[in-house]
C-alpha cells in the first residue's frame, strides 16, 4: 500500500517517500456521511455524489509532487436571494505542485503544511509540505470549493427545477488567448478566484 486513509472529512493520505516518477492513481468516492460532513463545512443544502479521479507522481528532474486529475460531483445550493435550494453539477480539473519541507524549492515557506496555506491551482511554484505525507483527500476538497458558484441564483422561471436547466459549473485546464493571441492557461480559475475573493470564502474551520 502506497497510501493510507486517516479520520476527517476525506482525508487520505499518501507518504512521499514512496513515490516515483510513474504515476499513482487514487480514486475518491466518498460515503453518505463523508458527503454530508463536506456539504455542511461549504454551506451546501446536500451532495448527492462526489467523484475524484487523482494522479501522483514525483518528478525526476525536480522532486515535486505533482497532483493531477478531476473532481465531479452533484449538490445543492441554496439560492443568495429566495434561499430556495438550487441543484447543480460542479465538474473542475486540478494541477497542483508541492515540494517537501526542508528541500532547495521549499525556501523559507520550507516549514508550512498543507493546512497553512491556500490551494491555488494557478501557482507557479509549489506548495511546502510538512510530516512526508500529502492528503490528496484534502486537495479534492478545496479544489471543489474553488468550483462551486460563491453567489448561486434560482432561476425566474416558475415551478419544477428542469433536469436540463441544471447549471454546470465546469472549471478546469481551460486556455484562452489574449489579444495578442498569448495563451492564458487557468483564465477561468484565475476569473472564480477573484470572485471567490470578493465573496465568501469558505474555508476549513
Same mark, same amino acid.
Given at each position: 500500500?502506497?497510501?493510507?486513509?486517516?479520520?476527517?472529512?476525506?482525508?487520505?493520505?499518501?507518504?512521499? #517517500? =514512496?513515490?516515483?516518477? =510513474?504515476? /499513482?492513481?487514487?480514486?475518491?468516492?466518498?460515503?453518505?456521511?463523508?458527503?454530508?460532513? @463536506?456539504?455542511?463545512?461549504?454551506?451546501?443544502?446536500?451532495?448527492?455524489?462526489?467523484?475524484?479521479?487523482?494522479?501522483?507522481?514525483?518528478?525526476?528532474?525536480?522532486?515535486?509532487?505533482?497532483?493531477?486529475?478531476?473532481?465531479?460531483?452533484?449538490?445543492?445550493?441554496?439560492?443568495?436571494?429566495?434561499?430556495?435550494?438550487?441543484?447543480?453539477?460542479?465538474?473542475?480539473?486540478?494541477?497542483?505542485?508541492?515540494?517537501?519541507?526542508?528541500?532547495?524549492?521549499?525556501?523559507?515557506?520550507?516549514? =508550512?503544511?498543507?493546512?497553512?496555506?491556500?490551494? #491555488?491551482?494557478?501557482?507557479?511554484?509549489?506548495?511546502?509540505?510538512?510530516?512526508?505525507?500529502?492528503?490528496?483527500?484534502?486537495?479534492?476538497?478545496?479544489?471543489?470549493?474553488?468550483?462551486?458558484?460563491?453567489?448561486?441564483?434560482?432561476?425566474?422561471?416558475?415551478?419544477?427545477? #428542469?433536469?436540463?436547466?441544471?447549471?454546470?459549473?465546469?472549471?478546469?485546464?481551460?486556455?484562452?488567448?489574449?489579444?495578442?493571441?498569448?495563451? @492564458?492557461?487557468?483564465?477561468?480559475?484565475?476569473?472564480?478566484? /477573484?470572485?471567490?475573493? /470578493?465573496? =465568501?470564502?469558505?474555508?476549513?474551520?
Amino acid at each position: 500500500m502506497t497510501d493510507k486513509e486517516t479520520g476527517g472529512e476525506l482525508s487520505h493520505v499518501v507518504r512521499l #517517500d =514512496r513515490l516515483g516518477p =510513474r504515476p /499513482q492513481t487514487i480514486k475518491l468516492n466518498p460515503s453518505e456521511d463523508v458527503r454530508a460532513a @463536506l456539504a455542511s463545512r461549504f454551506g451546501l443544502l446536500g451532495m448527492s455524489s462526489f467523484e475524484a479521479e487523482l494522479r501522483v507522481r514525483r518528478r525526476a528532474d525536480t522532486g515535486w509532487i505533482e497532483v493531477a486529475g478531476t473532481i465531479r460531483s452533484d449538490l445543492i445550493q441554496e439560492c443568495v436571494v429566495t434561499l430556495e435550494p438550487i441543484p447543480a453539477h460542479v465538474e473542475t480539473e486540478i494541477a497542483e505542485l508541492f515540494v517537501e519541507a526542508g528541500s532547495d524549492e521549499g525556501g523559507e515557506m520550507g516549514h =508550512r503544511g498543507l493546512d497553512a496555506v491556500d490551494l #491555488d491551482p494557478i501557482a507557479d511554484e509549489p506548495e511546502p509540505l510538512v510530516d512526508g505525507v500529502l492528503d490528496i483527500g484534502e486537495i479534492a476538497a478545496q479544489a471543489l470549493s474553488l468550483a462551486l458558484d460563491p453567489y448561486p441564483r434560482a432561476s425566474d422561471l416558475p415551478g419544477e427545477v #428542469d433536469a436540463d436547466a441544471v447549471p454546470v459549473v465546469s472549471v478546469g485546464l481551460e486556455r484562452e488567448e489574449d489579444q495578442d493571441g498569448k495563451v @492564458l492557461p487557468f483564465a477561468s480559475l484565475a476569473e472564480l478566484k /477573484q470572485r471567490m475573493a /470578493q465573496g =465568501r470564502n469558505v474555508k476549513k474551520s
